[in-house]
């Protein structure tokens, strides 16, 4: 059993054979899919893909990094309504991207804090979305750190120093299609990192693995990233899903 970590099921990407994608996965033995947030307009799409699969899909609830614009407190509002009327697993995607916008970060910081503060609130993961922006990532995590801040430093491309920094923050790295990717660098120093710090994902429909890499992502293909996280560690396959997937449950509580 797989369980991919960061999902976007919901996307207008999979519109035309969303059902077909997910049986894929499903029949390749990827049994959980838990699914970020972007804003308030995927909620409703969000919770139409739970109703669907409610044995397969645990929901998060986060503002991407991205999505913090001038109306943030009002999508900041919203992500906590989300909480005040149901459960989700996790906080995220949140945190800091300077890939689009650098005039945001005053703002990107805000946000971040907040939500790292509703998931110490609610006793949840925080899922970490970080963007040509580790510095500024790291700094608000030491501003918050302690035993009540964990999660996932999801689609990590780091080096292995800021590796052993995200982990010391209690975060599991989550690796996805950029480990199988030639200059995708985290594969020459992956398994000098224990595999307890590891979670998988595939981020659909973004970051496909090789060799699918550049077309649509598909929570199928973490198969293909389990293959290669196992030939970085040496281990078999069933051995990553295992040891992956226990540590996705620590994370997430179920």
């Given at each position: 059993m797989l369980t991919d970590t960061h999902t976007h099921l919901y996307s207008d990407a999979f519109?035309?054979?969303?059902?077909?994608?997910?049986?894929?996965?499903?029949?390749?033995?990827?049994?959980?899919?838990?699914?970020?947030?972007?804003?308030?307009?995927?909620?409703?799409?969000?919770?139409?893909?739970?109703?669907?699969?409610?044995?397969?899909?645990?929901?998060?609830?986060?503002?991407?990094?991205?999505?913090?614009?001038?109306?943030?407190?009002e999508e900041l509002n919203h992500v906590k309504e989300q909480f005040e009327n149901r459960i989700f697993y996790a906080v995220g995607e949140i945190g800091i991207d300077l890939y689009?916008?650098?005039?945001?970060?005053?703002?990107?910081?805000?946000?971040?804090?907040?939500?790292?503060?509703?998931?110490?609130?609610?006793?949840?993961?925080?899922?970490?979305?970080?963007?040509?922006?580790?510095?500024?990532?790291?700094?608000v995590l030491e501003s918050e750190k302690g035993n009540d801040l964990f999660g996932i430093f999801h689609c990590f491309t780091g080096t292995k120093e800021q590796a052993e920094q995200a982990i010391s923050y209690n975060m599991k790295l989550g690796i996805g299609?950029?480990?199988?990717?030639?200059?995708?660098?985290?594969?020459?120093?992956?398994?000098?990192?224990?595999?307890?710090?590891?979670?998988?994902?595939?981020?659909?429909?973004?970051?496909?693995?090789?060799?699918?890499?550049?077309?649509?992502?598909?929570?199928?293909?973490?198969?293909?990233?389990?293959k290669k996280v196992a030939e970085v560690y040496g281990i078999s396959e069933s051995e990553v899903a295992k040891i992956t997937t226990k540590n996705s449950k620590e994370v997430f509580g179920i």
């Open positions: 519109v035309e054979d969303r059902d077909l994608v997910i049986q894929k996965a499903l029949d390749a033995g990827i049994e959980r899919f838990f699914i970020p947030a972007i804003d308030s307009e995927y909620t409703d799409a969000m919770y139409e893909l739970e109703k669907n699969y409610p044995k397969n899909i645990f929901l998060m609830m986060g503002l991407h990094p991205t999505s913090v614009k001038e109306n943030y407190k689009w916008d650098k005039k945001t970060l005053d703002i990107q910081k805000i946000a971040f804090k907040e939500q790292i503060q509703l998931a110490k609130k609610y006793q949840l993961p925080i899922i970490i979305h970080c963007r040509d922006a580790f510095d500024e990532v790291f700094e299609g950029v480990v199988t990717f030639k200059n995708g660098k985290i594969d020459q120093f992956l398994n000098e990192i224990s595999l307890e710090h590891i979670v998988l994902e595939t981020d659909s429909p973004y970051l496909s693995p090789v060799p699918y890499r550049g077309k649509r992502n598909e929570s199928s293909y973490l198969a293909l990233i389990c």
